[in-house]
């Protein structure tokens, strides 16, 4: 009967409308709840996996200035539980000039090892071979290359602000390199204003002979990173600054949560004016079956029949909606990227530009638990709805119903 009540007929066709868009309305905002929460949690995910793969999970310096004894902080270091590598590097920044175009870039200065030691960076080599990485070379950013049409082999020139004295002054030291390879991590930002040079020529280049002036920890387990800051610090001198990656991109992480969780709260109300749609037809449909109901009465259902039948109705357009919402949202979630392009391709204009939002691909991660959440909830909403019109249903009386027929 609850089934029946679904089917459209002359009469009814216009509660059958409304209930129709009910359905669509709670299919589009469980996909989209679906779709936008999977991308936010992507973007989290590829960011602090690559953050992470190119930043390491803890940074220290001495407020002094450079360090020489490097190599014995590297073995202390190394003697903290959780901690995998240290990598000592020369970082600063510096002018990178090809035919008179000029952009900021920070260079890093780190031996091929402790290079290949990261992941990220490793195997993100686009173009050139990391046996050329040794002397006057540089590894550039593949924007970087892009910008100024830089190949393997082609020279730029790096200007450091900290410079050499001659009788005019302080002037800022300029150095040739070739650049040796070309990296692309997917991330805007590195690939723009990121420059690695070998650890001996930054050395010289940069004025800190046989020392450096950063030191990395990688660490097994990011969350135990304030640990570790916490061990570091009593080994270090008192002008050692350390922070871990949740100081260093605390604010970022926290506003990535804060939008994350608005978005889901705005997004639900989709689902709630969906269900608003279902308590609107829902009573529509019990006015027009008020001499149905009488009848049912008369003929021995109970209340309790009458409730089940109409709960049953509004639920399962609310049920069916949820599930259709669900396998649409996974099925777009699982494709993004694919669709992403297909639409750029469809009407000629960027979508997703990787110089706003940092990375070179729309990401998506589905995470289970918060699908099934979703769907829970639009469910739950939406057998809240089919309560008060069922109630009605099961209250009319039926010698009142009868009456005015």
Request: glycine share 8%; net charge neutral.
């Amino acid at each position: 009967m609850a089934f029946r009540y679904l089917r459209s007929r002359k009469a009814e066709g216009f509660v059958s409308v409304i209930a129709g868009f009910s359905f669509l309305g709670i299919m589009l905002g469980v996909a989209t709840l679906i779709i936008v929460m999977s991308v936010m949690n992507g973007f989290r995910a590829e960011l602090i996996g690559r953050i992470l793969g190119l930043n390491g999970h803890i940074t220290m310096y001495d407020t002094m200035g450079h360090f020489k004894n490097y190599a014995e902080i590297q073995q202390k270091m190394m003697t903290i539980e959780g901690v995998e590598r240290a990598i000592p590097m020369v970082e600063r920044q510096s002018l990178l000039s090809v035919g008179g175009l000029s952009t900021g870039v920070l260079v890093r200065g780190l031996s091929t090892e402790d290079f290949k030691s990261k992941p990220t960076l490793a195997e993100s080599l686009v173009a050139g071979d990391l046996a050329d990485f040794y002397n006057d070379t540089v590894i550039i950013g593949s924007e970087i290359a892009k910008r100024y049409r830089l190949q393997i082999g082609d020279q730029v020139q790096l200007l450091s602000p900290q410079g050499k004295s001659s009788p005019f002054g302080s002037l800022p030291r300029k150095g040739t390199f070739t650049v040796a390879a070309v990296f692309d991590v997917e991330m805007y930002e590195y690939n723009n204003g990121f420059v690695f040079m070998p650890i001996d020529m930054a050395q010289r280049f940069y004025q800190m002979p046989q020392a450096v002036n950063v030191m990395e920890l990688f660490v097994n387990d990011p969350n135990i990173s304030s640990e570790v800051v916490e061990a570091a610090k009593q080994v270090l001198p008192s002008t050692f600054h350390v922070s871990d990656w949740k100081a260093t991109n605390g604010s970022f992480f926290n506003a990535l949560q804060v939008e994350r969780n608005v978005m889901f709260l705005i997004l639900t109300l989709i689902i709630i004016v969906a269900a608003f749609n279902i308590i609107s037809s829902m009573i529509m449909l019990v006015k027009d079956k008020g001499r149905d109901i009488a009848i049912l009465r008369t003929m021995g259902a109970t209340r309790r029949s009458i409730l089940k039948v109409f709960i049953l109705t509004g639920a399962f357009i609310g049920f069916v909606g949820t599930a259709v919402g669900a396998a649409l949202g996974i099925a777009f979630a699982l494709n993004i990227e694919a669709i992403r392009r297909w639409l750029e391709g469809l009407t000629g204009t960027e979508l997703f530009s990787a110089e706003i939002y940092f990375l070179s691909k729309l990401p998506a991660l589905i995470e289970w638990n918060e699908v099934i959440v979703v769907v829970a909830m639009a469910m739950g909403i939406s057998l809240l709805a089919t309560l008060y019109p069922a109630w009605r249903a099961a209250r009319l009386d039926p010698v009142e119903a009868l009456r005015y027929e």
